[in-house]
């Protein structure tokens, strides 16, 4: 662990500290002096009131350490540390809520406690953004860097590199490659090969080692023993990637029968009270989407009927949880005289498609085409910005699909699954879901269905919101399509 990591962490509790009161500080003075509409009777004195919130400091700071905030990991995604934040920083609201209610405390009116959740969420993720801005800052003069050697030579290793190169201001900085196939020296991606593994110790040595990455599984048991040990002898961090199984297997629980330990596979945490949580926030969300963006949604539908004949919506058969199949719902991006769905087009349509086929550029069973002539010029904009899907609000309000999941598939795509496969069907498909928001267009079928199972065995609301904001984004940049 870096001494740049351990300031930053303690800084990291010393500025939530600094903006939760800062924010309790402006709700108090704003509900005092910047509204009029609701009398003031009675508050405590600002002193009083101020000693009265340190007494839940430590509560803030146990919350948020729970929460993983507080983690040595270096900079992640900064939308998934607000998304964690908002979360932590909500349970706590509610949690002194329910302490003040019980104490039968009168000084903090409902809209004092509105008005902190609101300022102290915002205090809370600008502290944070200015604290990794110069975290980020000081990792452009090597202060906090992570030094990285890959281990191992493919498709995955190469997009790492070419990963790290895009995104250094993540504090990793990559040293070379390790390869038991190539020679030393030689390069690959602009990167020298520093030898094979044996070697191991001799780079780390050289290069003061923070973390190893394995891009390639190694079929050798014996030598990634070795790997782990030497990482854990040496406080290296072990970076690998999993294969399909080890991401199905993530939820497994041990017992050990006649001496023998046995592993079992646990329902993932989308089973019982997720799912029921799951729904819970698939409703109320959507109610808050209709009450809010209506307007939205009258004016797409007018855009797509006056520009070309056909109904505002498409309607297809997609196939959902366990796979059962339902009907679709999207604002419609196409020609509907040139479209293949429920009631559209016709022997043109079916031919223009079976041609379009035939340039189909994603792998495996989907379909993909950048640049498909069907579609009209409000449907290229609906798409690019990811509004079409708006119109899946009916599947989520009827119970078939969800906001976050994976993509629902179309039935001749699920005929084409190979039994691994088939896990991305335990779930309600989602509106937006994990591979949507890697802003990529080029993974592979069965990278997505990594990215899916790994969304289904590791599910929580934090999972969910990080992938809500992330789409959002995407949404705003267009980076989406």
Not at 206 to 235: P, S, T
Not at 316 to 327: A, I, Q
């Amino acid at each position: 662990m870096k001494r740049s990591e351990v300031f930053i962490n303690i800084a990291l509790v010393f500025v939530d500290v600094v903006m939760i009161l800062a924010g309790f500080v402006v709700a108090y003075q704003v509900r005092i002096y910047g509204f009029d509409f609701v009398p003031v009777q009675w508050v405590l004195p600002l002193a009083d009131y101020f000693k009265y919130i340190l007494l839940f400091i430590p509560l803030w700071v146990g919350v948020f350490a729970l929460m993983g905030l507080y983690a040595f990991r270096g900079i992640a995604s900064f939308i998934r540390e607000a998304s964690k934040v908002i979360i932590a920083a909500s349970a706590m609201i509610s949690l002194m809520i329910m302490i003040i209610f019980f104490n039968r405390d009168q000084f903090f009116s409902r809209l004092i406690i509105i008005y902190a959740w609101l300022f102290v969420i915002f205090f809370l993720i600008a502290g944070r953004f200015l604290l990794r801005t110069l975290q980020r800052f000081l990792y452009r003069y090597g202060v906090g860097v992570r030094r990285v050697v890959m281990v191992g030579v493919n498709e995955i290793a190469l997009e790492l590199i070419d990963y790290l190169d895009q995104n250094r201001k993540l504090g990793w900085e990559l040293v070379g490659v390790i390869d038991e196939e190539k020679q030393k020296g030689e390069k690959v991606a602009g990167y020298r090969v520093l030898g094979n593994l044996e070697r191991l110790g001799k780079i780390n040595k050289r290069y003061g080692l923070d973390e190893v990455w394995i891009a390639k599984a190694r079929n050798n048991e014996e030598q990634m023993l070795e790997i782990i040990q030497f990482c854990h002898d040496h406080d290296l961090t072990l970076r690998l990637v999993p294969s399909i199984l080890e991401v199905v297997s993530a939820n497994v629980e041990t017992r050990t029968v006649a001496g023998i330990p046995l592993l079992a596979l646990r329902e993932t945490a989308l089973e019982g009270w997720g799912r029921i949580m799951k729904r819970v926030f698939d409703i109320v969300f959507s109610v808050l989407v209709l009450l809010t963006l209506w307007p939205v949604y009258l004016l797409i539908a007018i855009a797509v009927k006056l520009d070309s004949p056909g109904p505002v919506f498409y309607t297809s058969t997609r196939v959902g949880r366990k796979g059962k199949n339902f009907t679709i719902y999207k604002f419609r991006s196409m020609r509907s005289d040139l479209s293949v769905g429920d009631g559209f087009g016709g022997r043109e349509a079916e031919r223009l498609l079976a041609e379009l086929k035939q340039n189909n550029e994603a792998e495996g069973p989907m379909f993909k085409l950048k640049d498909d002539p069907r579609i009209t010029r409000v449907g290229k904009f609906i798409r690019m910005t990811r509004l079409d899907e708006l119109a899946q609000i009916i599947n989520v309000i009827k119970g078939e699909m969800s906001w976050i999941g994976p993509r629902p598939p179309l039935p001749e795509e699920v005929m084409q699954y190979k039994s691994h496969q088939l896990k991305r069907l335990a779930i309600k498909s989602g509106i937006t879901g994990p591979w949507q928001v890697t802003g990529r267009h080029d993974l592979t079928f069965d990278e997505i269905v990594k990215l899916d199972t790994y969304y289904i065995e590791h599910w929580s609301l934090s999972l969910d919101f990080q992938i809500f904001f992330k789409t959002i984004w995407l949404m705003l940049t267009r980076a989406g399509r």
